[in-house]
């Protein structure tokens, strides 16, 4: 997956605007106004049209720089049964530190969301060991848990005092890991 943050700074360092890497890579389904829109969007981080392995290699050639250097692997986890609260003390534990730090600090932490946090984090593993990274080099560059409201199937009561009841409320959390090469 294209990354927006690394994009940036490539063209930032090589002195280029989205209208001199758009010449260079339109082919059949992209003009010039076309690509530099594209361009422009994925920039932003706004993944439409959503960059498609050719037109990452295309931007690695016109940049003159390698496909990993502009990639980012991202891995989630949409509904775990955990609080976004808790969740995140675990992501904050790892955020920003090689992989296969992260995976020794996850084995080794005995809050439940970390066994959750860890399957995730080997999915992105995996999906750059399948692109051809360097699984060596990789980092975590962004950790991310969002609340996804009330567990579906949890709707159950407590008994309260004169014959109220008190909803109790199971919360789920997106987990959204991605990593990067060094």
């Not at 955990?82 to 790892?94: E, Q």
Request: charged share 30%.
């Amino acid at each position: 997956m294209l990354s927006s943050k690394k994009l940036n700074e490539v063209c930032k360092e090589r002195k280029m605007s989205s209208s001199d890497i758009a010449s260079r890579i339109t082919h059949g389904g992209f003009d010039v106004k076309a690509a530099v829109k594209a361009i422009n969007n994925w920039r932003k981080g706004l993944y439409k049209p959503k960059p498609t392995a050719d037109d990452v290699e295309r931007l690695a050639d016109a940049l003159s720089v390698e496909v990993a250097e502009i990639s980012e692997w991202r891995a989630s986890y949409k509904y775990a049964p955990s609080s976004p609260t808790k969740a995140r003390l675990v992501t904050a534990l790892i955020s920003g530190r090689s992989t296969q730090d992260a995976l020794d600090v996850l084995k080794f932490e005995h809050k439940r969301a970390a066994r959750m946090i860890e399957k995730v984090l080997q999915t992105a593993i995996a999906a750059a060991d399948e692109s051809a990274a360097d699984v060596d080099n990789l980092y975590i560059s962004e950790s991310r848990v969002d609340g996804a409201g009330r567990r579906i199937g949890t709707k159950t009561w407590i008994a309260k005092d004169r014959g109220r009841a008190h909803p109790i409320k199971k919360q789920a959390c997106h987990i959204h890991i991605a990593v990067s090469e060094e």
